[in-house]
T-cell receptor
């Protein structure tokens, strides 16, 4: 049973560029949530996707956008990268919106120079 | 809005001894969930233990147990018979009625052999 997978593992971008991170949920899960974890801090909720729509959003600017595909996989896009966007981006999947069980992927480490 | 506070940036314990990690939270909701997650150097968040707020009995998972004090809004994690593999960052988190995880800043646990 495949768990949550994320790609790439890490990447380095320059300020002003755009980046796309990918997540495949655990088998059988249909909901994907994204979190940003800055160095030395706890994660912060970015947004959640269910049925290919953004259902909830945390306190993040519009530069952060996402997408969910019919196979439930998801992408996180960040435009006009800032140095402050450097962080570990975690993807979590669950079954349905009203679920307290979230399974996490290994994360993507983004460094903006 | 919910908040979660972990006041211990770092804790250390001798192998085979017991250690307690502290967490306090604030919420106006009557029904919520509380979690302890472990994040080893591999970065993947691993669920350690979960507590439903409506349950008075403290949750236990093998060597891990919690002390849930609802009135005091306290949720500490006790690790018995500490093992080298327990070394990691430990995050306390709460889940509100939107099923979003709200995280503390984490406690780094060091196990001394």
């Amino acid at each position: 049973d495949a768990g949550v997978t994320q790609s790439p593992t890490h990447l380095i971008k320059t300020r002003g560029q755009q980046v796309t991170l990918r997540c495949s949920p655990k088998s059988g899960h249909d909901t994907v949530s994204w979190y940003q974890q800055a160095l030395g801090q706890g994660p912060q909720f970015i947004f959640q996707y269910y049925e290919e729509e953004e259902r909830q959003r945390g306190n993040f600017p519009d530069r952060f956008s996402g997408h969910q595909f019919p196979n439930y996989s998801s992408e996180l896009n960040v435009n006009a990268l800032l140095l402050g966007d450097s962080a570990l981006y975690l993807c979590a999947s669950s079954l349905g919106l009203a679920s307290y069980e979230q399974y996490f992927g290994p994360g993507t480490r983004l460094t903006v120079t | 809005a919910q908040t979660v506070t972990q006041s211990q940036p770092e804790m250390s314990v001798q192998e085979a001894e017991t250690v307690t990690l502290s967490c306090t939270y604030d919420t106006s909701e009557s029904d919520y969930y509380l979690f302890w997650y472990k994040q080893p150097p591999s970065r993947q968040m691993i669920l350690v233990i979960r507590q439903e707020a409506y349950k008075q009995q403290n949750a236990t998972e093998n060597r891990f147990s919690v002390n849930f004090q609802k009135a005091a809004k306290s949720f500490s994690l006790k690790i018995s018979d500490s093992q080298l593999g327990d070394a990691a960052m430990y995050f306390c988190a709460s889940m509100d009625s939107n099923y979003q995880l709200i995280w503390g800043a984490g406690t780094k646990l060091i196990i001394k052999p």
